[in-house]
């Protein structure tokens, strides 16, 4: 029986398998990403991304979708690109952010004298605005980290959330 997805390669793409990591290079760059897994083959003749299982297996089938998925992100990724926005807010404490390196540094949350420390992934490009951070790169996941990873790091602890709502949060995705 099996199972078999089918992802079309977008005009302008080259994709290709070197080993068993497939490579795509577009307009924005390149992304390389291991398709290995047992009992499920990966193919790509340059116009179309194939990956196919003969097992019936629901783990199996499930890593098919799976792989299809990455590809179509990938794709998108080099083509168009990803991007985050997220909004700083804040009612007493103006909350400073400032990027020291590969980390988003978070300064004066809550009042706290020590900074709050947010790493940045490879690839990923921060920028700070007044209120607002935006998040872009051609990864998907490594910008969705990033952007989790800021979110995360102005988390209030010790504290009642529905009265202390500052933070920085996602608020938009493109």
Known sequence: MGVERRVEVPEGVNAAFEGRFLRVTGPKGTLER??????????????????????????????????????????????????????????????????????????????????????????VDVKLGNDEVTITGIDKESVGTTAARIEAATRVRHRDPRVFQDGIYIVGKA
Do not use: W
């Open 34 to 123: 291991n398709m290995r897994y047992p009992q499920v083959e990966v193919s790509c003749d340059g116009t179309e991304f194939v990956v196919s299982t003969q097992s019936d297996r629901r783990k199996i089938t499930a890593m098919c979708g799976t792989f299809a998925a990455h590809a179509r992100n990938m794709f998108k990724g080099v083509v168009d690109g990803y991007e985050y926005q997220m909004k700083v807010v804040y009612s007493h404490f103006p909350i400073q952010l400032k990027i020291s390196g590969n980390k988003v540094e978070i300064t004066n949350f809550l009042g706290e004298r020590e900074p709050r420390f947010a790493r940045i992934d490879e690839g």
